[in-house]
């Protein structure tokens, strides 16, 4: 379903991009903006706490308007025109991206530089975009670049070389739930937040369809509507050249991104809730796991991790595994356990039986096949010992 009209009234939550505002985290009730769209003018108005408006000609063939905040009373404008162009999304939100014509902002004048969207998502009418691929994402409120590949029902997200996470992506609903506080990512939101993965269609000929991702908080703790439009992320994969954004050594680093998942290390954690173990954080090790020729086929180490957070189960508890280390900074490593590596065997009846056609836990150590893609010794004893598990408690935590 894809509606390619300019003609409505609709209030705009603003989104402040790092240079021209103040952290999410400190917008509270947030900044609203009042748009009211005509036949052929757009119209910004905003009460509070300065009241200013202003009124351009909207070219009605794409949807796009020119906008110089210098001629209202806007409080610390942007020093050019911006060019803004209206979107629809695949959750009947509406957008409005910005953009420097100029080039003085950026110097590419088709990057954009923020984002506006309307409040409330409706239910996704059209099918989830279940297909990401080393996909770059402009972050709005943090000013940078992220990276995201979903495929397989997972959702992974990161910045190669300092953070990455990966879990389940509801593909129903597309929506995942991401805790920030399970990575070494910078300035991470108190909890956990939803991400809500949409489409934006283009307008006109050169417009093209992006994938936005809108992250909101379902507990209510940053912002009491749930539905709050925290921050959003933009698809700029047809935006950028990668080259002049990073070294080609960076590359390899995204490519292994989405797993974190390298011959050096490869951490899985699984973090209790709070009333369980005194909230510990179980964290191993799965380097060793897996075969020397497994680490040159990139994509079979991602099925590999992929599988493993899809199909792993801990008996009597809830959730998920998480490809990472346990969250270090507040916690302290308390003890050890050698613990099942093949859960409650649905991961290796789901892999070994299907794939590598033996009865698992009777699979043999074979050797591989790599030039088959075909790497069943993982179905075997060797890599199927129990593993060491270290547990990090919380700092503040006195259970025993």
């Known amino acids: ?96 991206e910005f953009t420097d014509p100029s080039g003085t902002l950026n110097k590419d004048i088709n990057y954009p530089l ?3 969207t309307t409040e409330k998502e409706l239910s996704a009418k ?56 399970k990575t070494a990512k910078p300035q991470q939101p108190p909890v956990p937040l939803q991400v809500s993965v949409s489409v934006s269609f283009g307008n006109g000929q050169k417009s093209k369809d992006t994938v936005i991702m809108t992250w909101t908080d379902p507990s209510g703790t940053l912002n009491k509507d749930i539905n709050y439009p925290l921050n959003v992320w933009e698809d700029v994969k047809d935006r950028i050249n990668m080259n002049n954004v990073i070294s080609l050594k960076t590359v390899n680093d995204i490519n292994s991104l989405q797993s974190g998942c390298t011959k050096n290390a490869c951490p899985f954690s699984f973090t209790n809730p709070h009333n369980v173990h005194g909230g510990r954080c179980g964290e191993v090790d799965a380097s060793d796991r897996m075969p020397n020729d497994l680490w040159k086929n990139t994509e079979r180490v991602h099925e590999y991790v992929e599988a493993t957070i899809k199909w792993y189960r801990l008996s009597g508890l809830t959730g998920s595994l998480q490809q990472s280390p346990c969250y270090h900074a507040d916690r302290i490593q308390r003890g050890s356990e050698n613990v099942s590596w093949t859960g409650n ?21 074979e050797p591989d096949v790599p030039r088959n893609q075909q790497y069943c ?11 060491l598990v270290k547990f990090w408690y919380p700092k503040t935590n006195e259970w025993n």
């Not at 065997?345 to 009777?362: A, E, K, Q």
């Open 114 to 116: 923020n984002i506006w």
């Open 377 to 387: 010794s993982l179905c075997g004893p060797k890599f199927n010992a129990p593993i």
């Open 126 to 181: 059209d099918k989830c975009a279940t297909m990401l691929t080393n996909t770059p994402f402009q972050d709005m409120h943090d000013g940078d670049l992220k990276f995201a590949r979903l495929n397989n029902g997972m959702l992974h997200l990161g910045q190669p070389g300092i953070w990455n996470i990966t879990v389940p992506f509801n593909e129903k609903l597309c929506t995942a739930v991401v805790d920030f506080s």
């Open 1 to 96: 379903m894809h509606y390619q009209y300019c003609t409505t009234n609709f209030s705009i939550i603003y989104l402040p991009h790092a240079q021209f505002a103040v952290s999410f985290l400190r917008q509270h009730d947030g900044d609203v903006k009042i748009v009211t769209v005509t036949t052929d003018t757009i119209t910004i108005f905003q009460s509070e706490p300065v009241a200013w408006s202003i009124t351009a000609p909207l070219n009605t063939n794409d949807c796009t308007a020119t906008i110089d905040f210098s001629k209202s009373k806007k409080p610390a404008h942007p020093p050019v025109p911006l060019r803004i162009s209206l979107h629809q999304t695949s959750v009947g939100t509406m957008l409005i």
């Open 345 to 365: 065997g649905d991961l290796m009846r789901y892999t070994c039986d299907t794939v590598c056609s033996c009865n698992y836990p009777f699979c043999p150590d």
